[in-house]
């Protein structure tokens, strides 16, 4: 790609879209109003078909069926936990909503803060007792932290994936 009078490799410009997008992922995970894994996948599918690489493609194939296996695994157990609690969505639901204006009210830590405030809130106007409303909201914490952990484990593997398949790349499937 000629730029003026610099020339830009596309695989270098496909490396950096990759790794931005992968960064973006990384953060949805954490952050319920991005599509963490998806942007991940996205990433790297952008990557596999600028590289053209065989290697791509393989290392592609098994970071989606990582971050599937992450994604789905995470929801199954996030919801399982939040059934056996007898926690509806709407609560969950409520949480984010309240952690999104977090967000914004406290920069650095809103999301998190009105996130357990909206839950504890919520789960006080369901049973009406302050006691069982922390219990179930710590169940409920609980259930999504580690449906949180399963897809960051996942999600990582991944963009270790994709940064192997860039160095291998760079250094000896596209070396000429």
Same mark, same amino acid.
């Given at each position: 790609m000629q730029i003026g009078d610099v020339t830009i490799d596309p695989d270098i410009l496909a490396a950096i879209a990759a790794v931005v997008l992968s960064i973006i992922g990384l953060f949805g995970i954490v952050l319920p109003v991005l599509p963490g894994s998806i942007t991940i996948?996205?990433?790297?599918?952008?990557?596999? +078909? %600028?590289?053209?690489? *065989?290697?791509?493609?393989?290392?592609?194939? &098994?970071?989606? $069926?990582?971050? /599937?296996? !992450?994604?789905?695994?995470?929801?199954?157990?996030?919801?399982?936990?939040?059934?056996?609690?007898?926690?509806?969505?709407?609560?969950?639901?409520?949480?984010?909503?309240?952690? +999104? %204006?977090?967000?914004? *009210?406290?920069?650095?830590?809103?999301?998190? &803060?009105?996130? $357990?405030?909206? /839950?504890? !809130?919520?789960?006080?106007?369901?049973?009406?007792?302050?006691?069982?409303?922390?219990?179930s909201s710590l169940a409920a914490l609980k259930a999504l932290g580690i449906g949180m952990l399963i897809e960051m484990g996942c999600a990582l593997t991944s963009v270790l994936l994709l940064a192997v398949a860039i160095v291998c790349h760079f250094m000896w499937w596209n070396a000429n």
């Amino acid at each position: 790609m000629q730029i003026g009078d610099v020339t830009i490799d596309p695989d270098i410009l496909a490396a950096i879209a990759a790794v931005v997008l992968s960064i973006i992922g990384l953060f949805g995970i954490v952050l319920p109003v991005l599509p963490g894994s998806i942007t991940i996948a996205v990433g790297f599918l952008i990557w596999a +078909i %600028v590289s053209g690489t *065989v290697g791509g493609w393989v290392f592609f194939g &098994i970071a989606a $069926v990582l971050l /599937l296996i !992450g994604n789905i695994s995470g929801a199954v157990l996030t919801g399982r936990g939040l059934k056996q609690r007898e926690i509806p969505t709407r609560s969950v639901t409520i949480a984010i909503l309240v952690g +999104i %204006v977090g967000m914004f *009210v406290l920069p650095a830590f809103g999301l998190l &803060i009105g996130f $357990v405030v909206g /839950l504890v !809130g919520a789960e006080y106007y369901r049973v009406r007792d302050w006691g069982d409303a922390v219990d179930s909201s710590l169940a409920a914490l609980k259930a999504l932290g580690i449906g949180m952990l399963i897809e960051m484990g996942c999600a990582l593997t991944s963009v270790l994936l994709l940064a192997v398949a860039i160095v291998c790349h760079f250094m000896w499937w596209n070396a000429n």
